[in-house]
């Protein structure tokens, strides 16, 4: 079993709905929860950086994190042709270096 | 500001032979991870270097290594190719401190192994 896992989709939704992404894993020691975009001939960029549980929100994103359920979330409002990527979710424990473990991504499509 | 870059972009490499692929991190970042990126799947660490030294290593073998410069660019070394080393090598910087957590990606190496 992965430690993360994530559905690698493809997703496709029309332009302006909300889209909601998943991952779920498998260590508890994992303490940061990260959310990064993957352009097509892209490294990911960061979109999203939660520590423990909770929400997050930064414009038309919101990131959850649920501990107690091993299972983290992404959701995009009003989404655009220019969301059209694949999403990575990527953790990592509290120790002092920065290993990340991701999930294997998931590929959304908005079409107009 | 010029982000992490990576060279070269793409090149193609015959089972058995070697590649070094090369980073230049993000200005003001001490810290270069490097992952690598099978077709359809998530990164893999591979190692991280810090101070010229590497910290820390994911599970890759031996033929894995590479090594960090005084000016923090990096170098990572495969050798003894196989066809299963076909894949996107990404280059990560960030800085030391509560900024860790925060990883700038290259563009990416696509190494193509016949």
């Known amino acids: 079993q992965k430690e993360v896992e994530q559905d690698p989709g493809p997703l496709s939704v029309p332009e302006g709905a909300i889209v909601s992404l998943n991952c779920t894993y498998s260590?508890?020691?994992?303490?940061?929860f990260m959310w990064y975009r993957q352009y097509s001939r892209k490294g990911p960029e960061l979109l999203m950086y939660t520590y423990s549980s909770g929400n997050k929100e930064d414009g038309r994103f919101t990131a959850q994190v649920d501990k107690s359920s091993k299972y983290i979330s992404l959701f995009i409002r009003d989404s655009q042709p220019s969301d059209s990527a694949t999403y990575l979710c990527?953790?990592?424990?509290?120790?002092?270096?920065?290993?990340?473990?991701f999930g294997a991504g998931t590929r959304l499509a908005v079409h107009p | 500001d010029a982000g992490v870059t990576q060279s070269p972009t793409h090149l193609i490499k015959t089972r058995g032979q070697q590649v070094t692929l090369r980073c230049s991190p993000k200005s003001g970042h001490d810290t270069v991870s490097w992952y690598q990126q099978a077709l359809g799947q998530g990164p893999q660490f591979i190692f991280q270097y810090y101070e010229e030294e590497e910290r820390q290593r994911g599970n890759f073998p031996d033929r894995f290594s590479g090594h960090q410069f005084p000016n923090y660019s990096s170098e990572l070394n495969v050798n003894a190719l196989l066809l299963g080393d076909s894949a996107l090598y990404l280059c990560?910087?960030?800085?030391?401190?509560?900024?860790?957590?925060?990883?700038?990606f290259g563009a990416g190496s696509r190494l193509t192994v016949l």
């Open positions: 990560a910087s960030s800085p030391q401190g509560l900024g860790a957590n925060v990883l700038t």
């Open positions: 260590n508890s020691a994992f303490q940061y």
């Open positions: 990527a953790m990592r424990g509290s120790g002092g270096y920065n290993k990340l473990i």
